[in-house]
T-cell receptor, first 113, second 109 residues
Framework: DAGITQSPRHKVTETGTPVTLRCHQT?????MYWYRQDPGHGLRLIHYSYGVKDTDKGEVSDGYSVSRSKTEDFLLTLESATSSQTSVYFC????????????FGPGTRLTVT | KNEVEQSPQNLTAQEGEFITINCSYS?????LHWLQQHPGGGIVSLFM?????KKHGRLIATINIQEKHSSLHITASHPRDSAVYICAVVMDSNYQLIWGAGTKLIIKP
């Protein structure tokens, strides 16, 4: 399962509050990704990282920021949560060595009230 | 038009039937990824392929690069195969994934 964990697994928060989701991996993969999954949409990329302190935006990055200060941790922050950010958030890693296969964490269900 | 199209969107079949799920794409790719998501569950990688065919148990994935099409087959389907099956392509320009919307499969006993 590529040793990926996400925390918290469930969270309910109020509009306007900051929220940080954590993705942790144990196998030193270089590439890490944050996606959101919503009914009627495929997975949508929020941000990704290609190394410590190296990050880039995905297709739905507005309202989100990320940080990666250690190889094993990739943090996603909702700066001021809105109801439109209610979603299931998945973290993923990409296998190295020329493979583009991605393995996913268990997901975090976030509800913004 | 979406760059990755899956068909059908929904599929219901009886246990034991042979299942085919299709994925067509319109961009240049390096590889194609099939994944599975059970209801309320996580996302599991099934196959990554760039040519030909791969088989794992009752699952078979094929790809035709010239026709820009891939199929996922399930032989001797079982209710535990009920899940959403997702196709994603690895773009050859930047190696990012473009995701299909998924096919929801229900296998009835």
């Amino acid at each position: 399962d590529a040793g990926i964990t996400q925390s918290p697994r469930h969270k309910v928060t109020e509009t306007g509050t900051p929220v940080t989701l954590r993705c942790h991996q144990t196998e030193n993969h270089r590439y890490m990704y944050w996606y959101r999954q919503d009914p009627g949409h495929g997975l949508r990329l929020i941000h990704y990282s290609y190394g410590v302190k190296d990050t880039d935006k995905g297709e739905v990055s507005d309202g989100y920021s990320v940080s990666r200060s250690k190889t094993e941790d990739f943090l996603l922050t909702l700066e001021s949560a809105t109801s439109s950010q209610t979603s299931v958030y998945f973290c993923a890693i990409r296998l190295g060595g020329g493979s583009y296969e991605q393995y996913f964490g268990p997901g975090t269900r976030l509800t913004v009230t | 038009k979406n760059e990755v199209e899956q068909s059908p969107q929904n599929l219901t079949a009886q246990e034991g039937e042979f299942i085919t799920i299709n994925c067509s794409y319109s961009v240049g790719i390096s590889a194609l990824h099939w994944l599975q998501q059970h209801p309320g569950g996580g996302i599991v990688s099934l196959f990554m392929l760039s040519s030909g065919k791969k088989k794992h148990g009752r699952l078979i994935a094929t790809i035709n690069i010239q026709e820009k099409h891939s199929s996922l087959h399930i032989t001797a389907s079982h209710p535990r195969d009920s899940a959403v099956y997702i196709c994603a392509v690895v773009m050859d320009s930047n190696y990012q994934l473009i995701w299909g919307a998924g096919t929801k499969l229900i296998i009835k006993p």
